[in-house]
């Protein structure tokens, strides 16, 4: 089986931004042509990382990464998620759970950025 992969965001009390970020993991999972992409909310948002990671398992994934939809390193991505997914693990021996960096430093960032400034101009 491939590998599982979630979209995780700090999620919102406005319940548009938190399906903004499911219809990313359902762009992402088409795109990409991945057999599931799960959304999980740091907060503010449901399913949380753990029931999403939970999700996945169930399903029968042994390997499992977490793409931060986050756009630079903070205190988040720094210190709670690696701390969220080191428990996570703790209960799914066998499981193998890592993450990607923030979208902070990728060479496409600049584009995506050029592209809303031209939509202006």
């Not at 399903?59 to 428990?87: A, S």
């Amino acid at each position: 089986m491939s590998t599982g992969i979630i979209v995780f965001a700090h999620g919102s009390r406005l319940e548009a931004a938190n399906e903004g970020v499911r219809a990313v993991a359902r762009q992402l999972a088409n795109a990409g042509g991945f057999e599931v992409v799960e959304p999980a909310f740091l907060e503010l948002g449901k399913p949380c990382l753990e029931d999403a990671v939970e999700a996945l398992v169930t399903r029968g994934f042994r390997e499992i990464l977490v793409v931060p939809y986050f756009l630079t390193l903070g205190i988040h991505l720094e210190r709670d998620l690696p701390n969220i997914i080191n428990k996570i693990a703790g209960k799914h021996p066998g499981v193998r759970i890592g993450s990607t960096p923030p979208l902070d430093g990728h060479p496409a960032l600049v584009e995506v950025l050029l592209d809303r400034i031209k939509t202006w101009l």
